[in-house]
T-cell receptor
């Protein structure tokens, strides 16, 4: 069974631009969660999508948004990029409907650098 | 608000040594706790998942314990090897509303095992 895939693996953008990251979950998984990882703040939860609906949201500004498609693939968009948005962005998939048993499986991440 | 702390932030040991990584959390009302490994620039690999009703879990040279009432978990690595060098993260899962559950991560312990 294929794991979680993320594209692209690396991105370099300049301040003010926008970026879209993609995540394909494990086949059959309906939940996709996004995390931002920086050396200073560690791993922080951005949002979770389940069956094309945002189900949970972390404490990030509205510049960070996402969506999920009917095949469970998810995209995350960041508009008006700032230097502080440079980070490793990880997505994780799970079944999504098994309560606390929803073990998450992580992708390799997208490394975003904002210049 | 759930906070997860990992001590030490970094640890360097000679090959063959047994070691313990610590994780503490402020809200003991968790459903489970998960230990992950992260290699540089890569995603997270799940190592052990302990349900709140369990005291410990073992996988090969790894043993994780959980004391929910005191808000502590330890990851014991026996006979460490250079290939164990990585960042180890713990994360706790707690209900975030309705049937939703959220993972909160510690900032990790960077382990270096010297040959």
């Amino acid at each position: 069974k294929a794991g979680v895939t993320q594209t692209p693996r690396y991105l370099i953008k300049t301040r003010g631009q926008q970026v879209t990251l993609s995540c394909s979950p494990i086949s059959g998984h309906r939940s996709v969660s996004w995390y931002q990882q920086t050396p200073g703040q560690g791993l922080q939860f951005l949002f979770e999508y389940f069956s094309e609906t945002q189900r949970n949201k972390g404490n990030f500004p509205g510049r960070f948004s996402g969506r999920q498609f009917s095949n469970s693939r998810s995209e995350m968009n960041v508009s008006t990029l700032e230097l502080g948005d440079s980070a490793l962005y990880l997505c994780a998939s799970s079944w999504g409907d098994r309560g606390p048993g929803n073990e998450q499986f992580f992708g390799p991440g997208t490394r975003l650098t904002v210049l | 608000k759930q906070e997860v702390t990992q001590i030490p932030a970094a640890l360097s040991v000679p090959e063959g040594e047994n070691l313990v990584l610590n994780c503490s959390f402020t809200d003991s009302a968790i459903y489970n706790l998960q230990w992950f490994r992260q290699d540089p620039g890569k995603g997270l690999t799940s190592l052990l998942l302990i349900q709140s009703s369990q005291r410990e879990q073992t996988s090969g040279r790894l043993n994780a314990s959980l004391d929910k009432s005191s808000g502590r978990s330890t990851l014991y690595i026996a006979a460490s090897q250079p290939g164990d060098s990585a960042t180890y993260l713990c994360a706790v899962r707690k209900r975030s509303g309705g049937s939703n559950y959220k993972l909160t991560f510690g900032k990790g312990t960077l382990l270096t095992v010297n040959p």
